[in-house]
Nanobody, 117 residues
Framework: QVQLVESGGGLVQPGGSLRLSCAAS????????MGWYRQAPGKQRELVAT???????NYADSVKGRFTISRDNAKNTVYLQMNSLKPEDTAVYYC???????????WGQGTQVTVSS
């Protein structure tokens, strides 16, 4: 098993930046595909970005060019650097871990990101 804890959320002005962190505990971090998802009030949870064990990344069209996902396997941590933030980025951001040979995902508690003037 892996346990995930997000941090780094907060209130930021439009055009500003935030860096989210997801710290994982347990063994086998480097074997997981890691991802960031977000959920705004009244909306479904949506994928923001993913990164595989080999470092291949994937981004939602809405954040491409503004957000960067990265991982540090030595620290068992995945990051989401968010630049040029927009009000529509406001959501609870969740960290996710998944392995292709398993039918379940691990989720963190989430961290609130609010983009407002």
């Amino acid at each position: 098993q892996v346990q995930l804890v997000e941090s780094g959320g907060g209130l930021v002005q439009p055009g500003g930046s935030l860096r989210l962190s997801c710290a994982a505990s347990g063994s086998g971090f480097s074997t997981y595909t890691m991802g960031w998802y977000r959920q705004a009030p009244g909306k479904q949870r949506e994928l923001v970005a993913t990164i595989t064990r080999a470092g291949s990344t994937n981004y939602a069209d809405s954040v491409k060019g503004r957000f960067t996902i990265s991982r540090d396997n030595a620290k068992n941590t995945v990051y989401l650097q968010m630049n040029s933030l927009k009000p529509e980025d406001t959501a609870v951001y969740y960290c996710n871990a998944h392995r292709t040979w398993e039918n379940f995902d691990y989720w963190g508690q989430g961290t609130q990101v609010t983009v407002s003037s």
